[in-house]
């Protein structure tokens, strides 16, 4: 089993930033995929970035905004996220793949007010 745990989420202004970070735990071989999804009130859960050996994708709505690195020293991800929209609110959800197998965290909240 692995754990992850979300941080770094919070109120913002439009236009400012926030760095999430999600650490994960547990019984880790090896995490292949790292990454973050959101959900806003009323909507289904989108993919915001997510990272592997091979490739970093982003959403269309966070390009040159939003940036996600990964520490493997440390099993965490990070997402800093620039210039901030209210269309950004939503809960951030950490996602992980180790040895085939999902898991998300619990979720932070993000919140950019106009």
């Known amino acids: 089993q692995v754990q992850l745990v979300e941080s770094g989420g919070g109120l913002v202004q439009a236009g400012g930033s926030l760095r999430l970070s999600c650490a994960a735990s547990g019984s880790i071989i090896s995490i292949n995929v790292m990454g973050w999804y959101r959900q806003a009130p009323g909507k289904a859960r989108e993919l915001v970035a997510i990272?592997?050996?091979?490739?970093?994708n982003y959403a269309d709505s966070v390009k040159g905004r939003f940036t996600i690195s990964r520490d493997n020293a440390k099993n965490t991800v990070y997402l800093q996220m620039n210039s901030l929209k209210p269309e950004d609110t939503a809960v951030y959800y950490c996602?992980?793949?180790?040895?085939?197998?999902?898991?998300w965290g619990k979720g932070t909240l993000v919140t950019v007010s106009s």
């Open positions: 996602h992980a793949v180790e040895r085939g197998m999902l898991y």
């Open positions: 990272t592997s050996v091979l490739s970093t």
